[in-house]
């Protein structure tokens, strides 16, 4: 990946929310690269039966949630 961030003129790389707890941190430090994790904080909506699931299909917040899930997308940081 640092590799690819060079060749592509990267100052940052964007690692998935686990990333760091396989990847090398310090070998990217090194090489001048930043690393952000990811961090989603899933909106909770209502869904029509029983406790909220996370982590559906956006599908799942438009048959639950109708027009108003457009805000509901946009008001996530």
Same mark, same amino acid.
């Given at each position: 990946?640092?590799?690819?961030?060079?060749?592509?003129?990267?100052?940052?790389?964007?690692?998935?929310?686990?990333?760091?707890?396989y990847m090398d941190l310090e070998k990217f430090k090194a090489s001048g690269l930043k690393v952000i994790t990811q961090d989603f904080q899933h909106p909770?909506?209502?869904? /029509?039966?029983?406790?909220?699931?996370?982590?559906?299909?956006?599908?799942?917040?438009?048959?639950?949630?109708?027009?108003?899930?457009?805000?509901?997308? /946009?008001?996530?940081?």
């Open positions: 990946m640092i590799d690819i961030c060079r060749t592509q003129g990267a100052d940052t790389y964007l690692a998935g929310r686990d990333g760091a707890n909770v909506y209502p869904q /029509r039966f029983g406790v909220f699931v996370s982590n559906l299909s956006i599908v799942d917040l438009l048959f639950n949630c109708g027009p108003q899930c457009i805000e509901m997308i /946009r008001g996530v940081p």
